[in-house]
């Protein structure tokens, strides 16, 4: 089955500086890769996903590169203010033979200090 | 309160006990999951509803049992459960099985 591996475990920056997660997942046929985020105490929220047959992904302050070669997959954000301070988890979809069943990566602790 | 709703928001209970865990999403949505959230560990998918059938158990533990009565409503039954149960247990819907994940804000269980 799929597995995704996600890092870094934790990240601070400084407050406008970039920050950057990066995940890896094992099955070449997954085609769908989300990103949440989750403050604490409240419930994850999509904020931006890429399917398999587009390299790259803009939402304003929000990128997420894919290399579909390499089998990884990238958030960038830019621009970084306190309250993206979160924990952000990637996912992978397995193949569309599976439906909607999403991997999760371990999640990564973003702070951003003022 | 629009989207997906979780009750209760907090549990404590014994391993002897029995209690449910209840979601509802309002949002028209044809397919429901739970998820169990531990610390330092990847969000894990227990079960999924597409359809009001149940389409994936990821080898959960029988004292965890669902039950979805219809497409707008998900429950997890829970007893005899042990320690290591104590997690946030999340549900989340989608407009259909290949679709977008919406989460409810979780249940934190507390097994004593």
């Known amino acids: 089955g799929e597995n995704v591996e996600q890092h870094p475990s934790t990240l601070s920056v400084q407050e406008g500086d970039s920050a950057v997660i990066k995940c890896t997942y094992s099955?070449?046929?997954?085609?769908?890769f989300p990103w949440y985020k989750q403050e604490l105490g409240k419930r994850p929220q999509l904020i931006i996903d890429i399917r398999s047959n587009v390299g790259e992904k803009k939402d304003q302050r929000i990128a997420v590169t894919l290399n579909k070669t390499a089998k990884h997959f990238s958030l960038h954000i830019t621009e970084t203010q306190p309250e993206d301070s979160a924990v952000y988890f990637c996912a992978a979809r397995q193949n569309m033979e599976y439906g909607n069943k999403l991997v999760f990566g371990a999640g990564t602790i973003l702070r951003v200090k003022s | 309160e629009t989207g997906v709703t979780q009750t209760p928001r907090h549990l404590v209970m014994g391993m002897t006990n029995k209690k449910s865990l209840k979601c509802e999403q309002h949002l028209g949505h044809n397919a429901m999951y739970w998820y169990k959230q531990s610390a330092k560990k990847p969000l894990e998918l227990m079960f999924v509803y597409s359809l009001e059938e149940r389409v994936e158990n990821n080898s959960v533990p029988s004292r965890f049992s669902p039950e979805c009565p219809n497409s707008s409503h998900l429950f997890l039954h829970l007893h005899t459960l042990q320690p290591e149960d104590s997690a946030l247990y999340l549900c989340a819907s989608s407009q259909d099985y290949f679709g977008e994940q919406y989460f409810g804000p979780g249940t934190r269980l507390t097994v004593t």
């Open positions: 099955d070449s046929a997954s085609n769908y």
